[in-house]
């Protein structure tokens, strides 16, 4: 594989190899992301702050069992998204 980039001196330079000296490792793109997506996840962030505190203070729970539900409930998120995506994906193609 030959990967370009510029040098000190601005000229193009070419390497062959799986590695670069600077930048984007080589053949990860980059993905933009949605104002939506944005939202999202500050919305779930939120809410799962919310719950470690409401769990904590109000149910009267140890510190670390409020904790252990906040991560708990992320990894389940996270597992359902993941789910979610590559069912979304098979689908496709």
Do not use: N, Y
């Amino acid at each position: 594989m030959t990967i370009a980039h510029t040098s000190g001196g601005g000229d193009a330079v070419t390497h062959d190899g799986d590695h670069r000296t600077g930048g984007e490792p080589a053949g990860e793109a980059t993905v933009a992301v949605s104002s939506a997506w944005k939202v999202w996840s500050s919305v779930i962030a939120g809410a799962l702050v919310l719950w470690f505190f409401f769990a904590w203070l109000a149910l009267d729970r140890h510190i670390l069992d409020a904790a252990g539900e906040s991560v708990g409930t992320a990894f389940a998120l996270g597992l359902v998204v993941s789910v979610i995506g590559a069912v979304r994906a098979s689908s496709r193609g």
